[in-house]
């Protein structure tokens, strides 16, 4: 371990050296490479610096105790050696998992989907209480959230919702919202009090550059039609909504939030884009996790990851067995405990996996 967190300060280092030069600093897409990479092994060398500062300190402490005369000193040294022991397997555990390899996907925008699945009504007004609880949670973390397309409900919500969102470690974070979310209630349909289970399925894509997927735009039928606002009434009175078939794929993406047709052509092919990124992706995880069933679960769309109970205020996530139960707090974007638990099990299996090649 500290062969590589010695090759890790010095690359730190070279970065160091290499942000601050004239060619570097007039290049955007190089600075905001080197700035990232300075910043990710910031954090490690500073565990580092001080896991070596606490090493010294156990060491002074040991050797008083072996060769200090002083009763007084030695009973002294020994209780700051019981202090720091502990905290030193706490730095040695923090530093395992800071040098556990990320997702290069983590620190990327967002594609979020959400679409209504079995249950009918109930299931679109689902999706959108699902829409607005991550909407509470882009507010607590900061993320900026704009919404690219949608079909409203019959009687509420949205038979699906899509957006962009935007921030620090979007993806890193959201990805394990990716699956079905199941929800079991009274309907506010239900006339009988009866309670119904119905659920929503939630995709998280990594939003993909053009240098990651090149699309063929003689592979891209383009339609246009006017955008259409709540009971189907127009938004506009131009064509400007756009809907874009891949025809190899047969990916349909459409995109209306936008009055610039121009515009909705460029959400639309970020979102076509996203989607192809995502099925290569999956493609790639598919190969590399053949050898074993990940508890966090692969984050595909058809996995049944969670449900909420509203009789109980119960929400349970099925991977990793986490059940709370103050679920009005988590319906107002209180998520951050399910993401810390699940990124805790993530790595713990990336950990075990480093352990035993």
């Known amino acids: 371990m500290i062969d590589k967190l010695e090759a890790i300060k010095e690359r730190f280092e070279e970065v160091s050296q290499q942000i601050s030069q004239p060619e570097v600093v007039s290049d955007s897409n190089k600075y905001s ?7 990710d092994l910031g954090r490690i060398v500073e565990q580092y610096e001080a896991y070596l500062k606490l090493q010294k300190e156990i060491a002074g402490n040991k050797e008083l105790v072996a ?23 706490e730095m040695e555990a923090t530093i395992k998992e800071l040098l556990i390899p990320k997702d290069p996907n983590d620190s990327r925008n967002i594609i979020l ?4 699945g079995t249950g009918g009504d109930e299931a679109a007004i689902f999706a959108g209480d699902l829409f607005r609880m991550y909407q509470r949670f882009f507010e607590k973390m900061g993320w900026r959230a704009s919404v690219m397309d949608y079909t409203e409900g019959t009687n509420g919500g949205y038979k699906e919702i899509i957006c962009k969102v935007e921030g620090e470690d979007v ?5 394990f919202e990716s699956g079905v979310h199941r929800v079991q209630r009274v ?10 289970t ?15 997927v090149q699309i063929n735009m003689n592979d891209v ?18 064509y400007s909504a756009v809907r874009l078939t891949h025809i190899p794929s047969g990916l349909v993406v459409s995109c209306q939030d936008e009055r610039s047709q121009l515009k909705n052509k460029d959400r639309a092919l970020s979102v076509l884009r996203s989607r192809l990124y995502e099925i290569e992706l999956k493609k790639h995880n598919d190969a590399v996790s053949s050898q074993r069933k990940s508890m966090v679960g692969s984050g595909d769309r058809s996995d049944k990851i969670r449900t909420y109970n509203y009789p109980q205020s119960r929400i349970t996530d099925h991977r990793i067995g986490h059940t709370v139960y103050n679920l009005p707090a988590v319906m107002e974007g209180d998520i951050a405990d399910f993401i810390e638990k699940l990124r ?8 075990q996996e480093g352990e035993s090649v």
């Open 33 to 39: 490479k080197l700035s990232k990479e300075y910043k």
């Open 67 to 89: 060769t200090e005369k002083d009763e007084e000193l030695r009973e002294m040294a020994k209780e700051e050696l019981d202090m720091l022991l502990p905290k030193l397997e």
């Open 113 to 116: 989907e959400i679409r209504g």
């Open 171 to 175: 993806y890193g974070k959201m990805k």
């Open 187 to 196: 309907p506010q349909t239900e006339s009988q009090g009866r309670i119904h």
């Open 198 to 212: 119905s659920a929503a399925s939630v995709a998280v894509l990594p939003e993909a550059e053009e240098v990651d």
């Open 221 to 238: 039928r383009i339609d246009t039609f006017m955008s259409s606002g709540a009971g189907g009434q127009s938004v506009n009175t131009t």
């Open 344 to 351: 805790i099990a993530e790595n713990a299996e990336r950990m």
